[in-house]
C-alpha cells in the first residue's frame, strides 16, 4: 500500500487569554484532488510550516466558531480550537480534529509540549514521551472525525507555540462479499412397517447459506433392515439462497427392529475447496409385525389392608385385528380384591376376553388390590390372542405395615385423703400385626399428687413430679405393664398426665387421669 505521510505544525499564543492558530499549512486549500498511487517503498513527505526564522505566524482563524483550517488534502482535513483560555497557572483546552477526507490507516498524531508548558490531560488518553504527546488510529473510513482534547498549564508568561505533526498512510480498499452456502435437509418416512413391505422416505435440501450451492447431491444410507428399491444417490442440481428441493427413495423392510434410516445433502466447492454437506438427517423407524403387547403399571408401595389401583393396558400393535384376546391377571399370594374389574376370579387370577381387538387399538383394565401381608409381591399378567400372539408384564409392590399403638392410664383410688397412696395402672399396647414399636413413656404429677414408688414391666425413675420409663420395643400384638405409686400431697384435683413418644410419630400420644385428693 503507498504511504503518504502529511506533517502538520500548528501553534497557538497565549496573550490575555487570546488564542490564534499557527497554519502549518499551504494557503491554497487542496479542494478534493486525487492523489496518484505510489510505489509501496515510495514515501512523500508533506512538511507545511508557516514558522519563519523561528517566528511564528500569527493568522486568524479561517473557520467561524474559533477553528484554524491547518491542513487539508485529499485524504485529511485538520482543525485546531481553543475550548478554554488561561493565563498562567490556570488550564488551557484545546480541541484538535481530523477529519478522513478518504479512507486512511495508521493516522498518527503528535503534539510537541515545549518550555513553559506543562501536559495535563488529554482525552483521549496520550502516550508520552520525550516531551511529546502522541495518539494513533488504526484507520479511518471516509467521513470519519477523530477529536482529541487537549489540556496543557502555561506555567510562563510569554508566546507559546504548540506544534502538531500529522501522517497516515493510503488506505486503498476493495469492497467485497463473500457467501458460502448452507445446506439443510430434512427427512420424512413413516415410524413403522410390516415386515415384507415398502417404505417411503422423502428428503428436503433447503439452501440456507448466502451462495448457490452447485451440484447438490443427496445420498440415503439405508440400514441393513431394508432393501433398496430405488437408487440412493440422486442429483438435485444446484441450489440458490432460500431454494428448496425434494428427493424420494423407497426401500422394502427385511428385518424386524427398529432402526434409522440416514441421509445428506452435498455440493461442490465447500469450504477451502473440499465438498460440502448438510448436517445428517434422520428418520427412526419400526419394522414389525402383526403383535401385541401388554404393560402392567401399579404403586411401587403401598399399605397393607389399603387397596390400591393396578392398570392392565393392552395394545394391538400390529396392522390386523386381533380375535379372542385372553388375559389372565395372576395375583401374589395374600391378596385381598377389592375391584375385580369386571373379570371373573378364579383362586389367585382374575380373567377377561376380549373378542376384538382392532389394530392400532388399546383397552385398559383396573383392578384394586390389597396385600394382607408385608413384603415384596410380583403381579403378573399375561395375554394370549386367537392367532397364538402373547405378551406378559409385571409389576412388583413393596407392602409396608403401619404401626398402631394404644395407650391408658388409671388410678387405683379414687379420691384419696392427703398423705393416702393411690395406685396409677399404665399400659401401652402394639396393636398392628407386622411392625415392632419403639417407644418411651413420660408421667407428669401436678402438686397434688407425689410420686413415690415405680413397678411393672420396666423401671421408671421418679425425678419430682415426673416419672420416666427407659426405652421399651414392643412387638406386633404385645403390651407392656407400668405402675406407679403415688400419695395425695395437696387438696384438689390431681393429675397424672402420660406421654408415650415413638419415631413414626410426629406428636406424642398423651393420656390424662384425674384423681382428687381431700
Not at 461442490?268 to 403399571?297: E, L, Y
Request: a negative charge; hydrophobic letters at 35%.
Amino acid at each position: 500500500m503507498n504511504r503518504l505521510p502529511l506533517y502538520l505544525v500548528s501553534a497557538f499564543s497565549v496573550f490575555a487569554l487570546a488564542f490564534t492558530g499557527c497554519q502549518t499549512a499551504p494557503t491554497q486549500v487542496d479542494k478534493g484532488s486525487s492523489a496518484m498511487p505510489q510505489a509501496a517503498s515510495s514515501q512523500t513527505d508533506l512538511y507545511a510550516d508557516n514558522v519563519s526564522n523561528g517566528n511564528p505566524s500569527h493568522v486568524a482563524p479561517a473557520v467561524q466558531g474559533g477553528s484554524d483550517v491547518i491542513f487539508k488534502s485529499h485524504q485529511v482535513e485538520v482543525t485546531k480550537r481553543v475550548l478554554e483560555p488561561a493565563s498562567v497557572g490556570g488550564m488551557f483546552k484545546y480541541r484538535i480534529t481530523i477529519e478522513a477526507l478518504d479512507d486512511v490507516n495508521n493516522v498518527r498524531l503528535t503534539e510537541s509540549i515545549p518550555t513553559g508548558i506543562e501536559f495535563s490531560s488529554a482525552i483521549p488518553a496520550a502516550a508520552l514521551a520525550d516531551g511529546n504527546a502522541s495518539w494513533s488510529f488504526p484507520s479511518m473510513r471516509k467521513g470519519d472525525r477523530q477529536d482529541v482534547d487537549i489540556t496543557v498549564k502555561p506555567i510562563a508568561e510569554g508566546d507559546h507555540q504548540m506544534c502538531s505533526i500529522v501522517t497516515v498512510d493510503n488506505a486503498i480498499c476493495l469492497d467485497f462479499f463473500a457467501g458460502q452456502p448452507k445446506l439443510e435437509a430434512v427427512k420424512k418416512g413413516p415410524t413403522s412397517v410390516e415386515l415384507g413391505e415398502e417404505a417411503s422416505w422423502t428428503v428436503t435440501v433447503t439452501n440456507n447459506g448466502s451462495a448457490i450451492a452447485p451440484n447438490v447431491v443427496v445420498t440415503d444410507t439405508l440400514p441393513d433392515a431394508f432393501s433398496s428399491t430405488s437408487n440412493l444417490r440422486q442429483p438435485v442440481g444446484d441450489l440458490a439462497p432460500g431454494e428448496t428441493k425434494s428427493v424420494t427413495y423407497t426401500a422394502k423392510a427385511v428385518k424386524k427392529g427398529e432402526f434409522s434410516n440416514r441421509a445428506v445433502a452435498s455440493y461442490a466447492g465447500g469450504p477451502f475447496g473440499g465438498p460440502g454437506s448438510s448436517p445428517v438427517a434422520s428418520s427412526p423407524i419400526t419394522v414389525v409385525q402383526s403383535g401385541i403387547r401388554v404393560r402392567k403399571s401399579g404403586p411401587t408401595e403401598a399399605y397393607v389392608f389399603k387397596p390400591v389401583a393396578f392398570d392392565i393396558t393392552i395394545e394391538n400393535t400390529g396392522d390386523t385385528d386381533l380375535k379372542n384376546v385372553r388375559i389372565t391377571d395372576i395375583l401374589p399370594k395374600d391378596s385381598s380384591i377389592a375391584d375385580n374389574g369386571g373379570g371373573r376370579v378364579s383362586g389367585d387370577a382374575i380373567g377377561w376376553m376380549i373378542p376384538n381387538l382392532p389394530a392400532g387399538s388399546s383397552q385398559l383394565i383396573r383392578t384394586e388390590i390389597a396385600a394382607t401381608r408385608k413384603g415384596e409381591s410380583t403381579n403378573t399378567v399375561k395375554i394370549l390372542s386367537e392367532n397364538g400372539l402373547e405378551a406378559s408384564d409385571s409389576v412388583t409392590t413393596n407392602w409396608l405395615a403401619v404401626p398402631g399403638v394404644t395407650v391408658s392410664i388409671t388410678d387405683s383410688k379414687d379420691p384419696v385423703r392427703v398423705r393416702e397412696a393411690t395406685v396409677y395402672s399404665i399400659q401401652v399396647r402394639n396393636q398392628g400385626e407386622f411392625e415392632p414399636v419403639s417407644g418411651t413413656v413420660t408421667v407428669t404429677f401436678n402438686d397434688s399428687i407425689k410420686p413415690t414408688a415405680v413397678a411393672g414391666d420396666a423401671q421408671g425413675t421418679i425425678n419430682g413430679q415426673t416419672v420416666t420409663f427407659p426405652r421399651t420395643t414392643l412387638e406386633p400384638g404385645k403390651d407392656i405393664n407400668l405402675s406407679i405409686t403415688a400419695e395425695g400431697a395437696k387438696i384438689g384435683p390431681g393429675r397424672a398426665i402420660m406421654n408415650f413418644s415413638a419415631d413414626f410419630l410426629s406428636d406424642p400420644i398423651i393420656s390424662q387421669e384425674t384423681t382428687n385428693v381431700y
